[in-house]
């Protein structure tokens, strides 16, 4: 009988991994660890099946293959530029983060007994976060867009040097290397690997501006969508093939370098949505394979090194973060977004990992705890965020802790107010309206009533944002809309109009009704995701703009207009549409 172990894994893998993902994704944890689970489960049973008898090399070689097409997804949407805008606290703030838990890594392999050298890959490996469960974190929570959420994406991709494995062995080498070869010859030996890299780099980025381009748009050109897309995989594999086998890079580098460089194409985003559907199901496969390498009689008797990797993950590096972001004098809000949505490891670690154990630098037993680790981590992670509002809270109801951490934040802003020199009141007879919160609704709304003569005051949570304003034409104040001395000074008893723009309703509440008992003439506006919520806000007598509702309205004028509908008609069905959701 002819021997199908790919196609039997495959089959295996895809059935476990849409089942195990569906339970996650019912009890809001993370797909991810249900495709780890499902690799765990064929693992385990693979070999008791009758007729079964898995391979585990066919799946370290899905697994590359999903390496490649991970680290390509996540090359596209790596924008340099928006690196370079959070630099001066993401760079440091990642190189010193990096610092401390490798090294903290590092002393947990020592006790171990395992050489410094395997404790530097196991530090470097908890060290580095998951872009796939960061970004799906800060969507959830609508915080992607904000500047927390660019600092977050920012420090993560700060750290993706630390996929240079080869190099980093070449550190790792170093005392035998002295030892054996000689210094001079050693430090020879990792400039020239050093330098194979960065030449590598830069014909790719560079040299492959014009190139690349070029050849994409000729393809594109053909309006042929399967040559379009075998052109992306031709020239991925063939730039990766090149990192791996003439460079001595890893597949990893090559992917994520191939990615960057035809992300910055003008069909880059063409490139990036055809490649989706291959990436998602490359990557259900390499984390699956990546469960298939756990061995719970490892973790029988290693649940001591479990449990303190996995306070490393979880509680250490988000302290450490934390406390970071607070030195470099952004908010300690920002600080624990930020803290939060790091405290986990994923694809980076496996891929780092795997790595080491084919340059015999990491033990099984390690790759077999980090894996689990992962697997807690990003279970863990979504449920951790929920409870940031209660953390902040938390800080808040201790004066001398919240003013410690936002001191230097705090400072800058009252910097910022004396040199600009603003009048936050404007004249007794001019109108003001005070907008709570500057995302994409709060700027808009902003905008328009300065163009209509309308004074205004804004007021965020985030450092950065109020910095931002006072430094242009308008004013802001850092600080908690809930809390009555924040909306006095802001002149809320002679504003004439509020405007709440924050999605969540337990954070719109506290700050309506404080402002309601100062200012009881006051127009209120409020966003709101869905009519339920009409109770809650009406009673306070907020005038309110329904998400939900404006969306079907919107979509139902659209539709009217292009059945040639007049206009009369569509605003009487548009208005019985309004009644109907309204009730």
Known sequence: MQNYEIITLLALGFALAVFLGYVMRKIKLSPIVGYLAAGIVVRIAGPHVP??????????????????????????????????????????????????TTALGMLIAHKMGWSWGTGL?????????????????????????????????????????????????????????????????????LCLALGKIAFFAFVVLFAGKRLIPWFLTLIARTRSQELFILSILALTFLITSCSAFIFEASFALGAFLAGMAIGQTNVGQEAAADALPMKEAFAVIFFVSVGMLLDPLHLQSNWALLLLLLTLVIVIKPLVTMFIIVLFGHSSSTALTVALALAQIGEFTFILSGAARKLDLMPAVAESVLVATAIFSIALNPL???????????????PALWNLFNRRAVKEIEEIKQDINYDIHGDDESELAIIIGYGPVGHTVSKLLSKAGVNTVVIDMNVDTVAKINQGDGFAIFGDASKADILKVAGIERAKYLVVTPPDLNLRLPIIHAARNLNSKMIIYSRARYISEKNALENFGVKVCYEELEAAVVLAEAVLHNRGFSEEQILEEVENVRKELSK
């Open 384 to 398: 951790i965020f929920k409870i940031f509002p209660k953390l902040e809270n938390a800080l808040r109801s201790k």
């Open 51 to 100: 007729g079964i008898s898995l391979d585990p090399s066919f799946a370290h070689q899905l697994a590359e293959i999903g390496v490649i097409f991970l680290m390509f997804s996540v090359g596209l949407r790596f924008h340099l530029k928006n690196l370079l805008n959070v630099k001066r606290i993401a760079i440091p703030g990642a190189i010193i983060q990096g610092l401390v």
């Open 121 to 189: 890959i196991l530090g470097i490996s908890v060290s580095v976060s998951s872009m796939v469960v960061l970004t799906q974190v800060l969507t959830d929570n609508e915080i992607l867009d904000t500047s927390q959420g660019h600092i977050a994406v920012g420090w993560a991709s700060a750290i993706l040097v630390l996929v240079l494995l080869p190099v980093i062995g070449v550190i790792i080498e170093l005392p035998n290397a002295i030892d054996n070869i000689g210094g001079f010859e050693f430090f020879k030996t």
